[in-house]
C-alpha cells in the first residue's frame, strides 16, 4: 500500500523567514503534485513534477523531486502571510484503469507578522 | 472554463437517511473523480468515470455508496442509510484525457447527526 508522508504537519514561521515540507512516498512514482487548500475551499494546483530532478518555481514557492530517493520538497522562500494555508503533496500512481492521487496528511502552514 | 461545481455545499442529515450528491466537471473533460476527505487529512480516492463508465472503486466505498454518471457529464454519488462516520468533505474533481491535471470543486461537507 502506498504511503504518502508529509512532515511537518503543522508549521508556524514569521514573515520573510524560509522553510522547507518535505513529502516522502513509498513506492515507484514519477509524478507528484503539489496543492494548496485554504480553510473551506477547493485545493489548487500549484506544481506537477513528472520527472526525476523536477524543480518548479512560481513566486517564493519552489518544489523538486528526486524519485530515487522518494522524495520531494515544497520550499518557502521569505514567506508572507498570504501563504498561509494548507499544502499537500500527492503521488500519482496507475491503477488499474486509473490515475489515482494518493495524498499526504498535509502541513497547515501560517505564517505570523 | 467555469471550474468543477458541486452541490449542495453543506447536507446536515440524520443517521440513516440517504443522502445525494452532485458534480458538474469542467466541460470536455471525460474524467471525473470523487474523493472524501476528513479533518486534518488528505483526501482519499473513493471512485473514477471515464465518460460514462464507472472504471474503479477504492474499498473505502462500501455497498451503501453508489455513483453514476449519465451520458458521460453531471455525476451523482449517494449514500444509503447514512452514518456517523460518513461525516466529510466529498470533492469531485474532473481532467481531460491526456492532460492528468487534476480540477477539484469546493466539495459538499456532510455531517450525519
Known amino acids: 500500500e502506498l504511503k504518502v508522508e508529509q512532515n511537518p504537519l503543522f508549521l508556524s514561521m514569521q514573515e520573510g523567514k524560509n522553510y522547507t515540507i518535505y513529502c516522502n512516498y513509498s513506492?515507484?512514482?514519477?509524478?507528484l503534485y503539489w496543492y494548496r487548500q485554504d480553510p473551506g475551499k477547493s485545493l489548487e494546483s500549484l506544481f506537477v513534477?513528472?520527472?526525476?530532478?523536477a524543480v518548479k518555481q512560481e513566486g517564493r514557492l519552489m518544489a523538486s523531486l528526486d524519485t530515487k530517493a522518494r522524495l520531494s520538497t515544497l520550499h518557502i522562500t521569505a514567506a508572507v502571510h498570504d501563504l498561509s494555508a494548507t499544502y499537500f503533496c500527492?503521488?500519482?500512481?496507475?491503477?488499474?484503469?486509473?490515475?489515482?492521487?494518493?495524498f499526504g496528511s498535509g502541513t497547515q502552514l501560517t505564517v505570523l507578522p | 472554463d467555469t471550474g468543477v461545481s458541486q452541490n449542495p455545499r453543506h447536507k446536515i442529515t440524520k443517521r440513516g437517511q440517504n443522502v445525494t450528491f452532485r458534480c458538474d466537471p469542467i466541460?470536455?473533460?471525460?474524467?471525473l473523480y470523487w474523493y472524501r476527505q476528513t479533518l486534518g487529512q488528505g483526501p482519499e480516492f473513493l471512485t473514477y468515470?471515464?465518460?460514462?463508465?464507472?472504471?474503479?472503486k477504492s474499498r473505502l466505498l462500501s455497498d451503501r455508496f453508489s455513483a453514476e454518471r449519465p451520458k458521460g457529464s453531471f455525476s451523482t454519488l449517494e449514500i444509503q442509510r447514512t452514518e456517523q462516520g460518513d461525516s466529510a468533505m466529498y470533492l469531485c474533481?474532473?481532467?481531460?484525457?491526456?492532460?492528468?491535471?487534476?480540477?477539484f470543486g469546493s466539495g459538499t461537507q456532510l455531517s450525519v447527526l
Open positions: 474533481a474532473s481532467s481531460r484525457d491526456g492532460y492528468e491535471k487534476l480540477f
Open positions: 513506492t515507484t512514482s514519477d509524478r
Open positions: 513534477l513528472l520527472s526525476n530532478g
Open positions: 500527492a503521488v500519482d500512481v496507475l491503477s488499474g484503469s486509473a490515475r489515482q492521487l494518493t
Open positions: 466541460s470536455e473533460h471525460n474524467r
Open positions: 468515470f471515464q465518460n460514462e463508465a464507472q472504471l474503479e
